[in-house]
């Protein structure tokens, strides 16, 4: 299986290349089009509860839908239901934690499973859970904006707003904190919840955030500033 983003940055698209009998798991509703070797089924991975834990914990789809070339080599397109940038990261040897929404895809030798985040979490838009892929494969992430990549070596620090971060390396430790000291300058600058990571491994972080997306689009809907 390999995996290539086209029109990298706000409407990008990953061309998956499989093999005969090769296979690519990916998010519910992530299919723009295939190739006629390839063939289509949704299913429950890992049983009942793994996959109602995937949906109500990590906040992906039920089913995964599986898309396996069983006539042939052929390819798929897969994009993400949210204008935005995809990369595709290697997992060997460390796992890649993943925020809620953010998955799209994996090759049969990834698995995908639920990440206890501790309760610091709760406060950040991540939720209490996360997505954990382990194994040997590659994985597909989108964001809402464009992916900016940070590699950070062992022990340097980096901060970044809750609402960026799209994941991360399993090796990097992190803890959830005010963005400034004092409730009069985390309400002046406009930052609150910040999440401070140690490396090593690697950061994806998003250009822009869905939530502050959705308060500058509120003022423009219909309805919304009109008095009863």
């Not at 042939?72 to 940038?85: N, R, T, Y």
Request: aromatic share 10%; glycine share 14%; with cysteine.
């Amino acid at each position: 299986m390999r995996a290539a983003v086209l029109y990298q940055g706000a409407y990008a698209l990953a061309q998956v290349h499989l093999d005969a009998n090769e296979q690519v798991r990916m998010e519910s509703g992530a299919m723009v089009g295939h190739s006629t070797t390839i063939d289509i089924e949704a299913k429950m991975e890992g049983g009942f509860f793994k996959s109602l834990g995937r949906a109500v914990l990590g906040g992906e789809s039920f089913f995964i839908t599986r898309a396996t070339a069983t006539r042939g080599p052929g390819e798929i397109l897969l994009a993400p239901s949210m204008p935005g940038d995809i990369a595709v990261v290697p997992v060997q040897g460390s796992g890649l934690v993943v925020q809620r929404g953010c998955y799209l895809g994996n090759s049969t030798g990834v698995e995908v499973d639920t990440k206890w985040g501790g309760f610091k979490a709760a406060f950040s838009s991540g939720g209490l859970f996360w997505l954990h892929m382990t194994g040997q494969g590659i994985a597909i992430v989108a964001s809402f904006g464009t992916i900016h990549r940070k590699t950070l070596a062992p022990g340097e620090h980096y901060i970044v707003d809750t609402g960026h971060i799209v994941a991360f390396s399993d090796t990097i430790q992190y803890t959830i904190r005010k963005a400034a000291g004092g409730i009069f300058n985390t309400a002046a600058s406009g930052e609150w919840l910040v999440a401070e990571y140690v490396g090593p491994g690697e950061l994806l972080m998003q250009t822009r955030q869905a939530a502050a997306f959705g308060q500058w689009l509120q003022p423009f809907i219909p309805g919304k500033n009109s008095s009863s």
